[in-house]
């Protein structure tokens, strides 16, 4: 690791091979991971749907730029507007990269009109460049990397009222996550999207959905503005995008392709072949028996969380969509939870310092579910004297 940027907190393993919902080390100790690459293996690792359209994809050819057609990108954009909405879709390579081409068309469209500004949220997160950091309402992201880019906005998440307040004739624009992710899994309250609906359409704004976490089945429906029933005029997308592969998606709804013509935007890499052939397999497979599972099992994960809140107080909240769940503690010992789940083989994440979150691939079952609750309650009973059980 002595060449490589230390900008990662590692985590002291290192990876021999994955299938399925695991992972083995070199040493060849295996891990039952609840992270999934952050909620990008949603199918679990390796699945053969996807391994099977790479190398079918291998054998024709891996780069050959956007300036010529790939049958796959036209395959992948048509399904994906057959299960959002009409538009049009534009591919790129992260989740960052979806939401920068949001914020472009944003500043595109409100061009001559002096309109660029976007209402962004606090405690969200929409990337590291420096237009997604400065949308994003996190300031320990923005320490060192002042000064930020003009024209973001931030309102009171699920407080409307504070959108209200925000909106000046240079509003373009309201950029929220339906949960916010890496903030600490905030699920959005119902009204509140649909009130932010309604006011975008009172005062011609776009509504733009940041479901790079919460989209392909994260939440228990194919994407989460579908499970709040609010359809934003833009939806970014990426983590599963490209089943386990680097893929950026942004979807503009019908019309507002005509504020880009030919070089407004662009990239070399985006929507490469393999990529979007990963990804293709990967929507194909997400089906309505898949998106009951999952709703199944996060209500099943729910309700063993809530039992084990029941019995320790220094949980404060359990809380999420689908296998999307954070369990919020009253004390700074997620970091902690980790680490101790780490030790009996589990792969957990704390997105923040008493906040822990689960991100599980879509192929775990029941038994998976109750081991990792069994091991946090393990880990809670050895800090029962100093968490105050």
Aim: hydrophobic residues 40%; charged residues 25%.
């Amino acid at each position: 690791m002595r060449n490589i940027l230390p900008v990662y907190k590692k985590v002291h393993i290192t990876v021999a091979r994955a299938q399925g919902k695991y992972i083995w080390d070199i040493s060849g100790r295996k891990y039952l991971d609840f992270i999934s690459g952050i909620s990008v293996n949603v199918l679990g690792h390796r699945p053969s749907a996807v391994i099977k359209a790479v190398r079918d994809q291998l054998g024709k050819y891996m780069h050959v730029s956007n300036l010529y057609t790939d049958m796959n990108q036209e395959k992948y954009a048509d399904l994906l507007i057959k299960k959002t909405f009409p538009g049009k879709v534009f591919f790129s390579n992260s989740g960052t990269e979806a939401n920068e081409l949001a914020i472009k068309f944003v500043r595109k469209a409100g061009e001559g009109r002096n309109k660029f500004r976007i209402i962004s949220f606090s405690g969200s997160f929409h990337g590291r460049s420096m237009s997604t950091l400065s949308a994003t309402g996190q300031k320990k992201f923005h320490d060192g990397f002042r000064p930020l880019l003009t024209g973001f906005d931030f309102a009171k998440f699920n407080d409307i009222s504070s959108v209200k307040k925000l909106i000046s004739p240079r509003t373009a624009a309201v950029l929220v996550e339906p949960v916010q992710g890496e903030g600490g899994v905030y699920p959005a309250e119902r009204t509140f999207l649909r009130d932010l609906k309604k006011l975008c359409v009172k005062h011609k704004l776009f509504l733009i959905f940041d479901e790079i976490q919460t989209g392909f089945g994260r939440t228990g429906s194919l994407f989460a503005f579908q499970k709040y029933f609010v359809k934003p005029h833009i939806l970014t997308l990426a983590k599963a995008a490209g089943g386990g592969l680097p893929l950026g998606v942004t979807v503009l709804g019908e019309g507002l392709e005509k504020h880009f013509t030919y070089g407004s935007h662009g990239s070399t890499f985006g929507g490469n072949p393999l990529s979007v052939a990963a990804g293709l397999a990967t929507l194909r497979s997400i089906d309505a028996k898949m998106l009951k599972r999952i709703n199944a099992l996060g209500d099943y994960f729910m309700a063993s969380l809530s039992k084990l809140a029941a019995r320790f107080p220094v949980i404060r909240q359990i809380r999420g969509e689908g296998l999307m769940i954070g369990v919020e503690f009253k004390k700074p010992i997620a970091g902690g939870a980790v680490a101790y789940s780490f030790k009996k083989g589990i792969l957990v994440n704390a997105c923040k310092d008493n906040i822990l979150r689960f991100l599980p691939s879509f192929v775990i079952d029941r038994s998976d579910i109750d081991l990792v609750v069994s091991e946090l309650a393990g880990f809670l009973d050895e800090k029962s004297e100093g968490v105050g059980k």
